[in-house]
C-alpha cells in the first residue's frame, strides 16, 4: 500500500544520533555525577550532615574536613553502609517526528535500590599530626525503564559510579586552629542504553516506506577512566562550646574512554554509510569542585546542635564534544550544550544524649537540583529534594560505637519536554522521592 509523508527531514541531522547517544552518556555521567552522594556517614546523615566537617568524634572527616583529623588523640577505623531507595514514576506523553503518538507505557519505577559503602581510617603520628585514609562513593545514580515504554529514545538503562580513594593528613598549628589537606583518586565509569527511532531516520531515503516507530534498532555506550583531584580543610574553635569547619573538594578531570555497541536489523544497516557500527569514543569531562562550611555547638552535657551549607559548581560543566574511531561518525560530530545550575545544600541537625551509651539525633534539609526544565532529561528526573532526618548512636564500650539513621527525601516534580535526536517528543513530568537507611561501626584503638 502506498503511504503518504506529510514531513520530510534532512537524513544528515538525524544520522547525528551516535553522537547525541554518547553526549547523553558521558554527559549524563558527570549529571549523573549531578546526582552527587553525601551519603558516606551514617552518624552525620542522623543530622542530615549538620555539623558533617565541625562536629567531634566522627571518623568521615577524612572526606568531610581533613583538617579535624587532628582532634582524634587515637585510631579510628569506621565502616558505613548506607542503601539509597530511590522510586520515580513518568506521567505525560509524547510525539514522533510526523505528529503520531508515541507508544508504549510510563516505564514503570525507573529508580532502583543500591547499597553504597564507605571506609574511614585516622591514625595519629604526634600530638599534632594526624593522617587519614577513606574509600567512598561521592558521584552515582542508577535509573532504568521498561524496554517498550514512550521515552525509550531518550533513556532505558542509566548506571553511573565513582569510587574514590582519599589519602589526608592534618596538623594543629594550636589549640584552636588545625588544617588539612588530601589528594584524591576517582575511577568513573558508566553504562547508558536507548532506543534508536530507525524508522525516522529511513523515512526520507525509503520515501515513506518506513516510518517512525517502525524499526527500532538499539545503542549501548560504556566507558570508564581514572581522575586526580584534591581536598583542603580548616578547623577553628572560636570558643570552647563551638566548631566551625571549613572543607574544600576540586574539580576532578576525566577523559572518558567509551566503546559504544549498536543493534541494527541487518537488512538495513548497509544504508547508514559505515554509521551505527561498533566503535571506540573519548571525551573530555569533569565532576566539579564543591565546598562546605559547618558550625557545630555543644550547649551542654545532653544537647548539641549545628548547621551546614555546601555550594557545588555544576556551572563548570557546560559542553561536550566527542571524538569518534570510526571515520563514518566523524561527519556528525558536534558539540553538545548542558545548562547546569550551581547549587546549594542546606540543613540544620542536633543530637541528645540521652545517657553515656545512647545519643539520639535529629535533622532538616533542603537540597537544590543542578538540572533545569530546558534541559532535563528521563536519565536524571531530578527535583530539589526536602529531608527528614533521624538517628541513634549506641556506645557499646570506650572503644566501639555503632550508629543508624534513616532520611526521607521528599523530592520537587521534575517537568519534561524534551526532544531526541531522532524528534521524538516526550511531555510531562516525573513524580519521585527517597529513602536512606544507613548503619556504621567504629572502632577507636
Given at each position: 500500500?502506498?503511504?503518504t ?6 537524513s544528515?541531522a538525524?544520522?547525528a544520533?551516535p553522537l547525541?547517544?554518547?553526549a ?6 558527570a ?33 568531610n574536613?581533613?583538617?579535624a583529623?587532628s ?7 569506621q565502616?558505613d ?26 516505564g ?11 571506609f574511614?581510617?585516622?591514625v595519629?603520628?604526634?600530638d ?20 517498550r ?9 542509566t548506571?553511573?559510579q565513582s569510587?574514590?580513594?582519599t ?6 598549628a594550636?589549640d584552636?586552629?588545625?588544617i588539612g ?14 532506543a534508536?527511532n ?7 531515503p525509503?520515501n ?16 570508564s577512566?581514572?581522575?586526580?583531584g584534591?581536598g583542603?580543610?580548616?578547623?577553628w ?7 566551625i ?7 576532578i ?47 551542654d552535657?545532653?544537647?548539641?546542635f ?16 566527542i ?6 561518525q566523524a ?16 540543613s ?12 539520639l ?27 527528614i532526618a ?6 557499646a564500650?570506650?572503644?566501639?560505637r555503632?550508629?543508624a ?8 516534580d ?10 521524538d ?14 548503619v556504621?561501626g567504629?572502632?577507636?584503638?
Amino acid at each position: 500500500m502506498q503511504r503518504t509523508v506529510h514531513r520530510r527531514w534532512p537524513s544528515p541531522a538525524l544520522a547525528a544520533l551516535p553522537l547525541a547517544l554518547a553526549a547523553a552518556f558521558l554527559a549524563r555521567d558527570a549529571g549523573a555525577a549531578g546526582f552527587q552522594l553525601q551519603e558516606n556517614d551514617a552518624m552525620g546523615m542522623g543530622r542530615a550532615y549538620a555539623g558533617a566537617g565541625a562536629a567531634p568524634g566522627d571518623c568521615a572527616v577524612v572526606e568531610n574536613n581533613p583538617a579535624a583529623m587532628s582532634e582524634f588523640n587515637v585510631s579510628c577505623l569506621q565502616a558505613d553502609l548506607t542503601a539509597i531507595n530511590f522510586s520515580t514514576r513518568f506521567h505525560g506523553s509524547g510525539t514522533d517526528a510526523i505528529g503520531q503518538p508515541l507508544t508504549g507505557d510510563n516505564g514503570g519505577d525507573g529508580g532502583t535500590t543500591l547499597p553504597v559503602p564507605a571506609f574511614h581510617y585516622i591514625v595519629p603520628v604526634t600530638d599534632r599530626f594526624a593522617l587519614g585514609a577513606a574509600l567512598n562513593v561521592p558521584f552515582g545514580f542508577q535509573t532504568e525503564y521498561n524496554d517498550r515504554w514512550i521515552g525509550r529514545y531518550q533513556a532505558q538503562t542509566t548506571k553511573l559510579q565513582s569510587p574514590a580513594l582519599t589519602f589526608a593528613g592534618s596538623w594543629k598549628a594550636s589549640d584552636d586552629v588545625s588544617i588539612g589537606a588530601s589528594v584524591i583518586a576517582q575511577r568513573t565509569s558508566a553504562t547508558l542504553q536507548q532506543a534508536i527511532n530507525l524508522g525516522t531516520i529511513l523515512m526520507t531515503p525509503t520515501n515513506g516506506a518506513v516510518l517512525p516507530q517502525e524499526a527500532d534498532g538499539r545503542g549501548k555506550l560504556k566507558g570508564s577512566d581514572w581522575g586526580f583531584g584534591f581536598g583542603l580543610g580548616l578547623l577553628w574553635k572560636p570558643t570552647p562550646a563551638d566548631r566551625i569547619g571549613v572543607n574544600f573538594h576540586s574539580q576532578i578531570d576525566h577523559t572518558i574512554d567509551g566503546r559504544a555497541t549498536f543493534e541494527i536489523p541487518s537488512n538495513v544497516l548497509p544504508l547508514f554509510g559505515g554509521a551505527f557500527t561498533d566503535t571506540a569514543g573519548v571525551a573530555d569531562i569533569n565532576t566539579p569542585a564543591f565546598a562546605s562550611v559547618d558550625w557545630w555547638h555543644t550547649m551542654d552535657a545532653r544537647w548539641s546542635f549545628g548547621a551546614h551549607l555546601g555550594y557545588t559548581h555544576w556551572s563548570s560543566f557546560d559542553k561536550l564534544v566527542i571524538d569518534y574511531a570510526n571515520p563514518a561518525q566523524a561527519p556528525y560530530n558536534s558539540t553538545a550544550i548542558f545548562d547546569f545550575r550551581n547549587t546549594w545544600y542546606a540543613s540544620i541537625g542536633a543530637e541528645y544524649r540521652l545517657d553515656d551509651a545512647w545519643t539520639l539525633r535529629g535533622g532538616l534539609a533542603y537540597d537544590q537540583t543542578p538540572t533545569v526544565n530546558a534541559h532535563r532529561d528521563p536519565r536524571i528526573p531530578d527535583g530539589n529534594r526536602r529531608w527528614i532526618a533521624a538517628g541513634i548512636g549506641w556506645k557499646a564500650s570506650d572503644t566501639l560505637r555503632f550508629d543508624a539513621s534513616y532520611v526521607h527525601l521528599f523530592v520537587g516534580d521534575g517537568h519534561i519536554n524534551d526532544t531526541s535526536a531522532t524528534f521524538d517528543n516526550l511531555v510531562g513530568h516525573f513524580e519521585s522521592y527517597g529513602n536512606l537507611l544507613a548503619v556504621s561501626g567504629q572502632f577507636m584503638f
